[in-house]
């Protein structure tokens, strides 16, 4: 039945890239420089028919940046923070919200290419990526509104315990930002945006897939942001990254991705103690289906947190523990549900399974159920594994247990293990033993029974989902994970927490200080004393 499905396709042309995309500049020191060097090709997960051979499709290519490169994108943002003395750090807050503005405006006209990019670099569906795109829009909208409220709430002077004091948030100088390629948009954005509107400067290294589509939006930093603000890099972490960090220059290390990389990349800085994290790290988000639990709704919400995007979420649902009482009802719903997935192009109408952007994933998907299969485990849903190139149908495995591969490693991908169990005390000890903790879900119509689950697990994760797959959003809740989960808070208001310091300025109350601060708040000389209200 899913047989063929990729093949002999017509490309819609609204959608089709008909030259490849050559990102022949990069930006540097608010310059678009010209870029002579080598190039490095940029391939998507979808395969096309070329002189009677199938082949991954050829989208463009990026420049292939040196330590040379890397060195100098540093300096630039060194320079342009001057040690929290540059124009940027030092500007008035309604002037930072103006050049994010500007940016947003120029963004917003670059949508289509943005998200076409999105489906060919990450296979993800037209309408994720549409959601992608006009979330990180609104995002912007609303750090911008939450930093206005932040500026509103310290334009005034305290006194307390015979002191004036006025308490801000500072930046922290250099950010070095990486973002994770499920969502190379939003999530790279969402280290970004707060990074600069707290007035840090930053070297952003795009995601590992889902690079081309920052070419469009060049030239929107370029224009709205003062020189050596955002300088983009190009390149391999290990040539371009290694470098920035051991100079020690870095103030802050924001990366979505693995902890392995955040922990190499860390170590290189030799005064690890002025290094500020703000990471996004793996999880392992179980669900803990209880024998009373409303099953069409716990198959309905499992599916979603299981197989969105193909599964590739880090807050995706990746072990499901299933009580025995229930597990074989469960297994039968969730397989039907599973069936009715439409495999096929991101931009075909329904579709919800799409090719996989990571070299080697299909071959690791399938030694996840070999080695399931060797211990126990099958696979009950007829077409489970079904694969095609950069394809995989999602794989349902029953009945998983500890010493499985698939139990212990972040999959990532579109193998889902179900664990039945008897006592609850086994999925509680499961999350407690895990290196991970993010998020759970719960599914039960008892209070009683949640409110039991709930209070030991809200110390292990740090949501606990009711009836509901885990989720990130709505972006305004904290984001945020234990252990190897996660450093740092992310929202649209702790992100500009995590940016940014807390800074006062006080002066004992006399009557010479108090002269001197009416001066200062009358002919408002300073930019940071000041009682300006901005709406
Ligand atoms: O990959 C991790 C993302 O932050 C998940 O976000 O729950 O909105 O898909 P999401």
Redesign the pocket.
Same mark, same amino acid.
């Given at each position: 039945m899913k047989k063929q499905i990729f093949r002999d396709q017509q490309i819609p042309e609204a959608f089709d890239i008909k030259t490849p995309i050559v990102q022949s500049h990069y930006l540097i020191d608010g310059e678009l420089r010209p870029w002579t060097g080598k190039m490095t090709q940029i391939v998507s997960p979808i395969f096309v028919e070329e002189n009677g051979k199938r082949v991954k499709k050829l989208l463009g290519s990026v420049p292939d940046m040196s330590e040379k490169e890397a060195l100098e994108a540093l300096e630039k943002a060194k320079a342009a923070y001057n040690l929290g003395r540059g124009l940027w750090p030092t500007m008035q807050v309604k002037d930072r919200i103006d050049c994010l503005l500007k940016f947003v405006e120029i963004m917003k006209t670059k949508r289509e290419e943005v998200v076409n990019l999105l489906m060919w670099e990450i296979g993800k569906t037209l309408g994720d990526s549409r959601k992608e795109f006009d979330?990180t829009i609104q995002y912007i909208y609303d750090t911008i509104e939450e930093y206005k409220e932040i500026d509103r709430s310290s334009a005034r002077i305290l006194l307390t315990e015979g002191v004036y004091a006025q308490i801000r948030r500072g930046p922290l100088g250099v950010v070095l930002c990486m973002g994770?390629y +499920?969502?190379p948009l +939003?999530?790279t954005f969402?280290l970004l945006i707060p990074a600069l509107i707290m007035g840090n400067t930053a070297i952003f290294k795009p995601a590992k897939h889902g690079i081309l589509l920052m070419s469009p939006l060049l030239e929107a930093f370029k224009e709205a942001f003062p020189k050596g603000v955002v300088n983009i890099l190009y390149g391999r972490g290990r040539v371009v990254s290694t470098p920035i960090m051991k100079t020690g220059d870095v103030d802050v290390l924001a990366l979505?991705g693995t902890s392995t990389a955040a922990n190499a990349l860390q170590t290189l800085h030799p005064k690890q103690n002025r290094l500020r994290l703000v990471l @996004?790290l793996e !999880?392992k988000n179980p669900a803990i289906v209880m024998p009373d639990a409303d099953l069409d709704l716990a198959v309905s919400e499992c599916v979603l947190g299981s197989l969105?995007?193909n599964g590739?979420?880090?807050? !995706?649902l990746k072990l499901l523990f299933v009580h025995e009482a229930v597990v074989d009802a469960f297994n039968k719903k969730f397989v039907e549900k599973v069936n009715q997935l439409k495999g096929g192009l991101p931009w075909e109408e329904g579709v919800a399974l799409t090719p996989l952007p990571e070299p080697g994933k299909v071959e690791y998907l399938r030694s996840l159920v070999t080695d399931a299969e060797a211990k126990g485990a099958k696979v009950i849903n007829e077409d489970g594994g079904w694969e095609d190139e950069t394809f995989y149908f999602p794989a349902i495995l029953y009945p998983v247990h500890k010493d499985m591969k698939i139990y212990q490693e972040e999959q990532f991908g579109p193998v889902v293990p179900i664990i039945p169990f008897k006592d609850i005390e086994e999925p509680i000890n499961a999350v407690s033993e895990s290196n991970y903790g993010q998020q759970v879900s719960l599914f039960s119509t008892n209070s009683e029974i949640l409110a039991q689950l709930i209070d030991p697990l809200v110390n292990q994760v740090c949501r606990v989902n009711i009836n509901s797959?885990?989720?990130? @959003?709505p972006?305004v809740y904290p984001?945020v994970g234990r252990k190897d989960s996660a450093v740092s808070t992310l929202s649209v208001n702790d992100a500009l927490r995590s940016f940014s310091i807390r800074t006062l300025v006080a002066a004992k109350d006399n009557p010479l200080n108090k002269e001197i601060l009416n001066e200062l708040l009358d002919k408002q000389t300073s930019n940071f004393l000041n009682t300006h209200y901005i709406l």
């Open positions: 979330r994770p +499920n969502y +939003n999530e969402c979505i @996004g !999880a969105s995007f590739q979420r880090c807050t !995706a797959q885990c989720q990130r @959003g972006d984001f």
